[in-house]
């Protein structure tokens, strides 16, 4: 059935076509037709952020909450340049978005008119496809295909930039054909590959799982596959920072996060490994460390539905182009018709080894009854949260990695955070879009003060919704990851690194009507935590915490995964001029 | 493996695995890459090159289906067999680019470049010019009592080796095409 109506009609019949629910944007005139068309109806609804990377940010969220794509709706010129950095962040951690744009009316386009600016060209590199519109009767056809592209095959993020006069013209609306689209991605992986891989998987006498978030990505089914094949053979798992939450952290075979800020036993064993099987992940320079020296003696398999990802920084040995779901329910097919063959007897022994690096303790610290430790912050917030329906979302830092680390997953799409590009500011608005897609279940973002205030203008839109977002943010009163490096890589010069002139956090959410709780001795944590789960409202929780606390264990730029400092008296003269000129 | 764009007849493993680990021999290879003949798909094939610091030595494009709106980009590229590999799966992953072929690897392919040559002289210089073009095949295009305008086609050895010829008989300027590549037979 084909209907005749305005572009700015099409955009929110598409949008419903597609099963849309939620919006985050920020209206301005170049979308004003689409604002309208919002106005007129009921079925979406529109979420009025404060700033378009909050917009951006917040469909992340969301996203990455439900695995549907998030929806973004913004205005010409600064809407769409203040979009930017979502995208970026987005098109690194292969979010799903579906990102609108005003455009000025395309007789207009060139000629430097009042917020006009290149936005497809802008875009093109940090999208993972973008459109212009210049066609009414091609836009829903262009929207559905924006819907298809940005959930297919590797997710990312697009952009269809519509021109207002497209937006006021009248046009066929086409409704979404599935199966039309030239752009297809193979996600069945090589049987002769998969077949490699069970064999190699039946004689490793070291094996591990190295896991990322495209195994998040593929779906709830591809994490139940991973978990069976992990609990079946017996072969030790760790995952990097996006893929937290895909196998369970209370479960036998899990080592914890792995690469930079990794657990010692996770590094080891990938250093030590003769098999290691990467499912969804990207060899990202945080998880490899010194690249001529990362895990030496060890065969590579490398699962990864993007061919781009394969060889591109580490030489892998068994290549499967895939979806991880596909390729792992064919491995566990294949495995099982060939006898469920494991190397038990030196699987045990692997397994006795990993025991024994796990003896090391290494999250361990020195705590304090006079000051709140960051990392025992988390684990009582660990305590005191993990039976809720609890979302974490985290800004970008040491409060990022330690949550990492002190805080246990136990399913997928629960752990929000900015990986690839490590956005400043990402965890606030990203916190706002978990809560509206999940109205009831607790939701934390785990943050720093310098990060807070990086998008603390969406306090605005956790008030106006009434969102009981919880932001619990560890004050250090410093740029805590910057002073760990300055301090070991700087002869302790503490360039700019620390923040003066903060808010009085409890003030600032009174101000915005919400509730402020100030929490400074470790005796009071548990009593602020619980008042803070209670508060039927947004909170803003002022952790003030130890303020040089560095965070570890650490592998210092340009060091192997076996080269990890540990804690403080481990730190002395570490890194090389080498290590200081990576980042 | 029709994804990695692995030649026929190669090992499972990518021909590049077959090479030492992180070889750094600089490599020369003709890509012929066709796209979806949409507005910006050249920008988002050369800010590729850019973006990730790849490197382009000659590009053509023109399109070459009308009905089917498509366009074919080649494109000569140095780098080490591994980015050479890694190039060839970023542009396979453009959403607008149907298919990438390397032409260096697929076998033997015939590659054509055009250029023409504006060359100011008189008395022997231009006589020699014009008997050596006649040797390399050039045609006289335009001429003026004190100029020619050569056109001549053929590998971009074959141009290379006129210009140095022509650079002594007064060869004051050139165009060239990029070389533009298919491959033998069926």
Known sequence: MTREMTGAKMVVEALKEQGVDTVFGYPGGAVLPIYDEIFLQNDIRHILVRHEQGAVHAAEGYARSTGKPGVVLVTSGPGATNAVTGLTDALLDSIPLVVLTGQVPTFMIGSDAFQEADTVGITRPCTKHNWLVKDTDKLAETLHEGFHVATSGRPGPVLIDIPKDVQFATGTYQPAKPGASRYQPPVKGDMEEITELVAAIEAAERPVFYTGGGVINSGPAACQLLRELVDATGIPITSTLMGLGAYPASGDNWLGMLGMHGLYEANLAMHDCDLMINVGARFDDRITGRIDAFSPNSKKAHIDIDPSSINKVIRIDIPIVGDVGHVLEDILKVWKARGRKVNREAIAKWQEQITEWRKVNCLAYTGSEKVIKPQYALQRLEELTKNHDRYITTEVGQHQMWAAQYLNFEDPNRWMTSGGLGTMGYGFPASIGVQMAHPDSLVINVAGEASWLMNMQEMGTAAQYRLPVKQFILNNERLGMVRQWQELLHGERYSHSWSESLPDFVKLAEAFGAKGILCSDPADLDDAIMEMINYDGPVIFDCLVEKHENCFPMIPSGKAHNEMLMGEADTQGVIQSGGAVLV | ?186
């Open chain 2, 1 to 186: 493996m029709s994804a990695l764009h692995i030649k026929k007849g190669s090992t499972r493993h990518s021909a590049y695995n077959l090479r030492p680990n992180f070889s750094d021999v600089q490599e020369r290879h003709t890509l012929a890459v066709l796209v979806e003949n949409e507005p910006g798909v050249l920008a988002r094939v050369i800010g590729l090159f850019a973006g990730r610091g790849y490197n382009i030595e000659s590009l053509t494009v023109a399109e070459v289906d009308h009905t089917g709106h498509l366009s074919r980009i080649t494109v000569v590229t140095t780098g080490t067999p591994q980015v050479i590999e890694q190039i060839k799966a970023q542009l396979g992953r453009i959403v607008s680019v149907h298919e990438v072929h390397d032409l260096t690897v697929e076998g033997a392919s015939v590659e054509r470049e055009l250029a023409i040559f504006k060359v100011i002289g008189d008395g022997d210089k231009r006589v020699e010019a014009l008997r050596l073009a006649d040797i390399f095949r050039a045609n006289v295009v335009d001429s003026t009592l004190n100029s020619f305008i050569f056109e001549i086609t053929g590998a971009p050895e074959k141009i290379d080796a006129f210009a140095d010829l022509m650079r002594p008989l007064g060869l004051a300027e050139v165009a060239r095409t990029g070389v533009a590549a298919l491959l033998r037979g069926v």
